[in-house]
């Protein structure tokens, strides 16, 4: 007779295979949340979260913020955050006060700014000291990350599903584009966007790539392409740095 199961029945080597794959998954995501230290950091406008996974020796710093009505563990933030975190740089995910307080609508931009630079201020004194920063966000937080770029002395600026121009509504306004925004950022930038982005996709420019991903706003669905457009811009704008 074969030693193969019945048919239906798992053979015990896939079992033992399935299951050390598991534990393996398991202990990896064990460490990964070991190794992230939250802060709680006060700014003009209440505490914010920072959610830190420091490098051993680390060559620089990403910061991120999260979009308007969703939090750090948006999956776009998540992939960007590990692909960082393994090309050497120490990572940091921000939750704006408003978020930690339990509300979902965001606070006026003015409010957010301030808060932002509040926490990068405090992790410029303290844990990321002497690091060359790398600023960034999706959506709303890409937003912050760029009207604040020169006030934090931030070297680039990473932007996720970059909400360009609000969608038009029937009988009301077009909102005003918000490329002036990331006109306005001096340093190189990295926009990734979803080619069916509702917001629109912005232009490419001197200092900016702009790189299109099969997704939507969310840019779940093509999360890979994501991480590889990160992959290969952030290294070289921290080289770039290093040896300027």
């Known amino acids: 007779m074969s030693g193969r199961a019945p048919r239906g029945i798992p053979d015990r080597n896939d079992l033992v295979t399935r299951w ?15 190794a992230v230290r939250k802060l709680e950091i ?23 913020g999260h979009g308007a009505g969703g939090g750090v563990q948006a999956r776009d933030l ?14 940091v995910l921000v939750e704006q006060p408003y978020r930690v307080a339990g509300r979902r609508a965001p606070a006026p931009a003015h409010q957010l700014d301030a808060a932002w630079t509040a926490v990068i201020d405090h992790l410029l004194a303290g844990d990321l000291h002497g690091l060359s920063l790398v600023v960034g966000g999706r959506s709303s937080g890409a937003r912050v990350a760029c009207r604040t770029a020169v006030a934090t002395g931030a070297v680039g600026a990473l932007c996720l599903a970059f909400p360009l121009q609000p969608p038009r509504r029937p009988g009301v306004t077009p909102a005003p584009s918000r490329l002036p925004e990331l006109d306005a950022v ?23 790539t702009v790189v299109q991903v099969a997704s939507d706003h969310s840019l779940r669905t093509d999360l890979g392409s994501v991480a590889d457009a ?14 300027s």
């Open 20 to 34: 050390s794959r598991k534990l393996s998954q398991t202990r990896l995501r064990r460490d990964s949340m070991m």
């Open 78 to 91: 998540v992939a960007v955050a590990r692909v960082a975190h393994s090309a050497g740089l120490s990572v």
């Open 186 to 208: 001096t340093v190189p930038t990295l926009v990734v966007q979803g080619a069916r982005d509702r917001f629109g996709i912005p232009p490419s420019a001197k200092r900016r």
């Open 42 to 64: 006060d700014t003009p406008f209440g505490t914010a979260n920072a959610h830190l996974n420091h490098a051993d020796e680390p060559s620089a710093a990403l910061i991120l």
């Open 230 to 243: 990160v992959r290969t811009w952030l290294p070289r704008v921290v080289a770039a740095r290093t040896c």
